[in-house]
């Protein structure tokens, strides 16, 4: 069936290091989203991509969308304590965005030595 | 601001007993969706419901069922706990059928023992 994989399952910087996530479907999605969990907390919406190649930028977040709509990547430019928590990628069930269902990757938790 | 609520954030059971979770948002969402989560496991779909009284089984439906009567009422129902239902629930809302941004409940962490 259908898979969102991650990696890697867990990352530990040192506070002011780049940290990346990758995020790999085994089917073409339609879109893709990206959710952060902190400690103890629940999954809070980042972002949404849609295009093909698409490049998004959320201060030091970068969020890339691939050519084939397959895979994607979360870049957060020197860590901060902030940033720690659990980032998930999700696309739709099924490949098409007609269901509202997402399928989630297992997650990357990040963890950030001040 | 969407609110989604969860009726309980930590819930000790035993097995064999009969647990409801509930969950309730604000926002007059059509789709109700119910997560468990586990480490190295991410979030996976338990059931959805699209309507009042419609449901869909999601990923792992097996030993839950589900229970819609209101619109902004989603229940989720262990009919016979297990410890291997110990986990962290998660309930989401969005507004429609299409891929919305998904709207969590801040989570039930259910331990049966």
């Known amino acids: ?114 | 601001d969407v609110k989604v609520t969860q009726s309980s954030r930590y819930l000790v059971k035993r097995t064999g007993e009969k647990v409801f979770l509930e969950c309730v948002q604000d926002m007059d969402h059509e789709n109700m969706f119910w997560y468990r989560q586990d480490p190295g496991l991410g979030l996976r779909l338990i059931y959805f419901s699209y309507d009042v009284k419609m449901k869909e089984k999601g990923d792992i439906p097996e030993g839950y069922s589900v229970s819609r009567e209101k619109k902004e009422r989603f229940s989720l129902i262990l009919e016979s706990a297990s410890t291997n239902q110990t986990s962290m629930y998660l309930c989401a809302s969005i507004p429609g059928r299409t891929t919305y941004e998904q709207y969590f409940g801040p989570g039930t962490r259910l331990t049966v023992t």
């Open chain 1, 1 to 114: 069936g259908q898979q969102v994989m991650q990696i890697p399952q867990y990352q530990h910087v040192q506070e002011g290091e780049d940290f990346t996530t990758y995020c790999n479907s085994s089917t073409t999605l339609s879109n893709i989203q990206w959710y952060k969990q902190r400690p103890g907390g629940h999954p809070v919406f980042l972002i949404q991509l849609v295009k093909s190649g698409e490049v998004k930028k959320q201060k030091r977040l970068t969020f890339q969308f691939g050519e084939a709509k397959k895979n994607s990547s979360l870049h957060i430019t020197a860590t901060q304590t902030t940033d720690v928590g659990t980032y998930f990628c999700a696309g739709p069930a099924g490949g098409s965005s007609n269901t509202g269902k997402l399928i989630f990757g297992q997650g990357t938790t990040l963890q950030v030595k001040p």
